[in-house]
């Protein structure tokens, strides 16, 4: 039998989607008797070199949902990405509102890489806007879940060589727009260009640039961008002095408005 390698592949700027990644692939690395190898793309340096994987690599492939979809910003990095016949599970992580097409869009993402994807799940992460919506997911019984799905995974048997399909999921092809937030009235709004901005608590300490995953925020002084602002939440929910906060109209209420709107408990759906 050829050597197994299991693969834990994520994007995760405040951690929830490396968690459940870790959770099943670490369950069906144990259960195959196989090291776990991590490849973290959240930051610009994790993106510079995009692998490559062969038949016996088993790849948990993890990424939020922003907007109901795969993060535009890394599509041209997931499709640098050479699957050369490998195992894939694609993962997402949604803040508690749904993951419209994201699952399918990244399941199709890594069929067009040359992977074979066996299963996949839509987790549910602490919303990047809020503290509360989904708050301090995933949590105890999420984990057990993506382990759970691990363990399901790693007893999958080989799958078909001839007459293969992709593993089914929930989503429509094509794909539905992103999702977009609307104002009191109920008319369309964008966020797109507003930034986190710096309170006086802020000691320049830099962790929030070292956190920025699109490199946006200067070293020198963190309260100006030589880049986009993706609204990951890294540097709001990572400053240690709670310094950094969005004055933006538009953006608060569509927060406050998700936080009332989605306050029952999301679960995580599996797919084989």
């Given at each position: ?239 240690p002095q709670q310094a950094r906060y969005y004055d933006s109209y538009n953006y608060n209420y569509h927060k406050e408005e998700l936080e009332l709107g989605y306050t029952r ?8």
């Open positions: 039998m050829e050597e197994r390698r299991v693969h834990a592949m994520y994007f995760s700027a405040t951690g929830t989607t490396k968690k459940v990644v870790l959770a099943a692939a670490g369950r069906i690395a144990r259960a195959w008797g196989c090291e776990l190898r991590e490849e973290d793309f959240t930051l610009p340096l994790g993106r510079e070199n995009p692998p490559g994987f062969g038949p016996g690599d088993l790849v948990v492939f993890g990424v939020p949902v922003y907007a109901g979809r795969v993060p535009n910003v890394l599509l041209k990095y997931i499709r640098a990405v050479s699957g050369g016949g490998a195992l894939a599970v694609p993962v997402v992580c949604y803040g508690n509102r749904d993951f419209d097409d994201a699952l399918i869009e990244l399941r199709d993402l890594l069929e067009a890489d040359g992977f074979v994807t066996v299963a996949a799940g839509a987790f549910i992460g602490e919303h990047s806007f809020s503290r509360v919506l989904a708050a301090g997911r995933p949590d105890a019984a999420d984990i057990e879940k993506a382990e759970a799905f691990g363990e399901r995974v790693a007893a999958l048997p080989e799958p078909a060589s001839e007459g293969r399909t992709p593993v089914g999921v929930r989503g429509c092809s094509p794909y539905r727009p992103y999702y977009v937030p609307k104002n009191r009235a109920g008319e369309p709004v964008s966020i797109l260009k507003d930034k986190p901005k710096v309170n006086e608590s802020c000691t320049n300490c830099g962790l929030c640039a070292s956190l920025c995953p699109m490199g946006s925020i200067v070293e020198d002084n963190v309260r100006e961008y030589r880049g986009i602002c993706i609204k990951c939440g890294a540097c709001v929910k990572g400053c408990r999301a679960e995580p759906e599996l797919f084989f």
